[in-house]
T-cell receptor, first 112, second 112 residues
């Protein structure tokens, strides 16, 4: 089955700098890769996703890149702000599968 | 408002008691999911249901039970057989034509 590894587990970044979170997956048939943001005491929310037929996707300060050959994908947050502090989860799923496999999460701290 | 509701937000029980966590959605989604979240462990799938009156075990189903008598409701029972029930429980839903999962706010269960 699919396995998703996520690094780092904790990341501290100065406000205004960029943050990068990396994930690898094991099943080359996986074709959908979402990223979720979870604020303290709340459920995760989808912030961006990418499908396997695309190498990069951007949404304002957030971007995701996918390298299918290496089976890894990354989340990039530019010009970080205090409200970016949260736990971020990467995930992967196969087309037609009912389940999403999540990474263990990265706690992002934005330092003033 | 459309969304997923979980109640209560905090729940306390004595060891040896069964407890049922509520999950309701008004998004008209077919699929519903239950996850358990522990510090540093990410999201682990307990049970999921693609359609009314049908459900499948996830990765950590032992000690849990579910029912899906109505499309909008997917309650989770934590039985006395679950050895470490104290955790944050998240419910989610999705449609077959979309991989995105919508999460509820979660229920924090403490068993002493």
């Amino acid at each position: 089955g699919e396995n998703v590894e996520q690094h780092p587990s904790t990341l501290s970044v100065q406000e205004g700098d960029s943050a990068v979170i990396k994930c690898t997956y094991s099943d080359s048939a996986s074709n959908y890769f979402p990223w979720y943001k979870q604020e303290l005491g709340k459920g995760p929310q989808l912030i961006i996703d990418i499908r396997s037929n695309v190498g990069e996707k951007k949404d304002q300060r957030i971007a995701v890149t996918l390298n299918k050959t290496a089976k890894h994908f990354s989340l990039h947050i530019t010009e970080t702000q205090p409200e970016d502090s949260a736990v971020y989860f990467c995930a992967a799923t196969l087309h037609g599968d009912d389940k999403i496999i999540f990474g263990k999460g990265t706690r992002l701290h934005i330092l003033p | 408002d459309g969304g997923i509701t979980q109640s209560p937000k905090y729940l306390f029980r004595k060891e040896g008691q069964n407890v049922t966590l509520s999950c309701e959605q008004n998004l008209n989604h077919d699929a519903m999911y239950w996850y358990r979240q522990d510090p540093g462990q990410g999201l682990r799938l307990i049970y999921y249901s693609q359609i009314v009156n049908d459900f499948q075990k996830g990765d950590i189903a032992e000690g849990y039970s579910v029912s899906r008598e109505k499309k909008e409701s997917f309650p989770l029972t934590v039985t006395s057989a679950q050895k470490n029930p104290t955790a944050f429980y998240l419910c989610a839903s999705s449609n077959p034509d979309s991989y995105e999962q919508y999460f509820g706010p979660g229920t924090r269960l403490t068993v002493t």
